[in-house]
């Protein structure tokens, strides 16, 4: 039976009705058009549906809406500016051409961006570990890995 949950999205409480054993992922898109947060696989294998819980990368459509009340939860959507810029990873991934598709996009940016927030200046090694869960079928990672490295010591909001 659905029951009414309150999730903080992007800094903004969201009140949702929503049945106990939906993910994460399916309450972002369906119930709250934030379309940006990709499914893939929907079982923790591609890394489309990547938000970050409380600062840390996780793949939504293994994380039950339920367990994320009351934690901080970042979607795509909200990284860019109040005043609309993109975030500096966003321009990053322009800029590098690490975009072909783009559906694996947004994970690989929220996962970029929990790596970034915690190791500011990663060796190429870390990069390439820290995306280890986040697949692209296009771009062969080498401009996705230079996007993220060109990203180190700078702010990342
Ligand atoms: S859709 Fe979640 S890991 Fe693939
Ligand atoms: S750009 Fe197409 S899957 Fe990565």
């Not at 938000?51 to 009351?70: E, F, N, P, Q, T």
């Amino acid at each position: 039976m659905k029951r009414l949950i309150t999730l903080r999205i992007n800094g903004i409480d969201e009140e949702i009705y929503a049945e106990p054993w939906w993910p994460l992922s399916r309450v972002l898109r369906d119930e709250l058009n934030l379309i940006g947060t990709k499914e893939g696989c929907e079982a923790g294998h591609c890394g489309a549906c990547t938000v970050l819980i409380d600062g840390k990368a996780v793949m939504s459509c293994l994380y039950l809406a339920i367990k994320a009340r009351g934690k901080d939860i970042a979607t795509i959507e909200g990284l860019q500016g109040n005043d609309g810029a993109l975030h500096p990873i966003q321009k990053a991934f322009i800029e590098h051409f690490a975009v072909q598709c783009g559906y694996c996009t947004p994970g690989m940016i929220m996962t970029a961006k929990a790596l970034l927030d915690e190791n500011p200046n990663p060796t190429e090694q870390e990069v390439r570990e820290g995306l280890n869960g986040n697949v692209c079928r296009c771009t062969g990672y080498t401009k996705i890995v230079d996007a993220i490295l060109s990203c180190g010591g700078k702010p990342k909001n």
